[in-house]
């Protein structure tokens, strides 16, 4: 029996979940695949389609060779994070010091940035693979504790995972000396509760350890050094465990083979909006381009009803926004960040020319803000500042001022230069990726990071929308900083 933990685990009925409906699913192309193989079955998810299918192939590769060795094949096939920041997994895994004993693998299947919902369809379409995944990774850094914490908002993949581990285990696949080996690996599935900030690892941990999920002061940067319970642990992505088995069982070589040097291997996207056929793809890193994603016939097919496109999020809710001048950068991390936005969570959101500019940016200001945990005040404060007053623009109730103080508010969050695209129009030169920031985590900077594109570059549909400060006066709105620039009555 596999072991459960959350709020599924007690003597309840087992629930038949289904898909979130308004997500479409995956489309197939022609371009290589790493990791949505199985896909093609309907019934990929299952332990007789996934063994028929090669599953724990890789990893039983993986027990004939030395941990070392394993992770040298993984380091070499450079496995770049797709949580967000792109680390290589193999380095991250060095990070953990050598005679440090009990270590824990944490898989962070808590996705929940807007617009990102990839790693659920990997849990839910071939759950076995992450298992592998999880397996390879447990072997090659000895430890033998593994937590698969799962978003709460995700009943089917935490049924499949539930039932895929069950069937691993009954196979021999976990459990102790696993195919009579020494190497043994519990995984512990977890249901989180539903908070997004807990997809930043340090939280996810906290929470795992029954705690609030709030992150952790840096430095240490990574729980590689003092993580679960205190002690070192490896935090990795659902997709980036997703492409271990494939490694294994077709080597390093293979997998650089496909995308560029410094970005190898696939990615896996999430595209919504405005585009014609909205979904997860597969592409090929390094080399796909933005345009190839959202014009070839093979992805997205171009811009709904032929509109023009207008701006994009190129890496999920948090991303500085493109616009069509950077149609032709390709999905690789430094050419990305060096346009003034970065790949982030993989998730695109197109907004084609009928779009109202401030309410997108409203509407992604109030997620991040909703979301604060609330432990570092520029956060907590500024993000509700930042929404109130966006708001009141968004209404029509906004004067030039408000402007000036979202920037000035924004700038409590992020000090200095923040990354912006280029504008051959607005005569803007792209700033680059990243920013300086005053929070703990990326949730403070990430309510103003929809507000700063915005503003930079379409700046004229937020002055359409303000009045003067006569008409502000009439109306009750404060026309210069106070100490309530919100313009919210207290209650
Ligand atoms: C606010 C916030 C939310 C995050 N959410 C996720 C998430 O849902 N899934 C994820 O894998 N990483 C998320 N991350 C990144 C994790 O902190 C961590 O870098 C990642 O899980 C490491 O895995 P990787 O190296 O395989 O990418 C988030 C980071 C931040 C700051
Ligand atoms: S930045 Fe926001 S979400 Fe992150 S730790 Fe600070 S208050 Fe919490």
């Not at 290589?32 to 990929?44: A, H, I, L, S």
């Not at 599953?55 to 941990?67: D, I, M, N, S, V």
């Not at 070499?76 to 997994?89: E, N, S, Y």
């Not at 090929?284 to 171009?302: A, K």
């Amino acid at each position: 029996m596999a072991h459960l933990r959350g709020s599924h685990r007690k003597g309840r009925e087992p629930v038949t979940a289904t898909s979130i409906p308004h997500a479409p699913g995956f489309f197939a192309s022609e371009t290589p695949r790493v990791v949505t193989q199985r896909f093609d079955y309907e019934d990929g998810y299952t332990f007789e389609r996934a063994m028929a299918t090669g599953a724990y192939e890789g990893f039983k590769t993986a027990l004939t060779r030395t941990p070392s060795e394993v992770h040298d094949e993984v380091r070499a096939a450079t496995v770049l994070g797709r949580g967000g920041a792109g680390f290589p997994a193999g380095v991250k895994w060095g990070f953990m010091p050598p005679t440090v004993w009990p270590r824990y693998l944490v898989v962070n299947g808590d996705e929940s940035e807007p617009g990102t919902y990839k790693d659920r369809l990997l849990m839910e379409r071939d759950p076995h693979q992450l298992i592998e995944g999880c397996l390879i990774a447990a072997y090659a850094t000895g430890l033998s504790q593994c937590f698969l914490y799962v978003r709460g908002e995700m009943p089917l993949a935490h049924e499949r995972i539930a039932q895929a581990l069950n069937d691993a285990y009954a196979d021999g696949l976990i459990g102790k000396n696993i195919q009579g080996t020494n190497f043994s690996l519990d995984i512990i599935l977890h249901w989180g509760a539903g908070a997004y900030v807990v997809g930043e690892e340090t939280a996810l941990i906290e929470s795992l350890e029954g705690k609030r999920g709030m992150p952790r002061l840096k430095p240490p940067y990574f729980p590689a050094a003092i993580g679960l319970y205190g002690q070192p642990t490896i935090v990795n992505n659902v997709e980036t465990l997703s492409n271990l088995p494939w490694i294994l069982t077709n080597g390093a070589a293979a997998y650089t083979a496909i995308g560029t040097e410094s970005s190898p291997g696939t990615r896996v996207v999430a595209v919504s909006g405005h585009v014609k056929r909205p979904g997860v793809f597969e592409i090929v890193n390094g080399t796909t381009t933005f345009r190839d994603l959202l014009y070839g016939e093979d992805y997205c097919q171009g811009i709904r009803d032929d509109n023009e496109l207008k701006a994009f999020v190129p890496g999920g809710g948090s991303a500085p926004w493109f616009t069509p001048e950077q149609l032709d950068v390709p999905f690789e991390g430094r050419e990305c960040s060096a346009a003034g936005s970065m790949l982030g969570s993989g998730a695109i959101m197109v907004m084609d020319e009928t779009t109202d500019i401030p309410t997108a940016a409203l509407s992604l200001t109030r997620f991040y803000a909703h979301e604060s945990c609330g432990k570092c005040v520029p956060c907590r404060e500024g993000g509700t500042w930042l929404e109130k007053i966006l708001t009141r623009v968004v209404q029509g109730r906004g004067t030039s001022r408000d402007l000036d103080l979202l920037l000035e508010v924004g700038a409590t969050i992020c000090p200095g230069d923040f990354p912006h695209a280029s504008s051959s129009d607005l005569g803007l030169d792209a700033t680059p990726f990243p920013y300086k920031m005053t929070t703990i985590c990326f949730v403070g900077p990430s309510a103003f990071a929809p507000i700063h594109s915005a503003l930079t570059l379409f700046r004229g549909e937020f002055e359409d929308r303000l009045i003067d400060d006569d008409a502000a006066g009439a109306i009750g709105v404060p026309v210069a900083i106070s100490s309530n620039p919100t313009g919210e009555e207290a209650s």
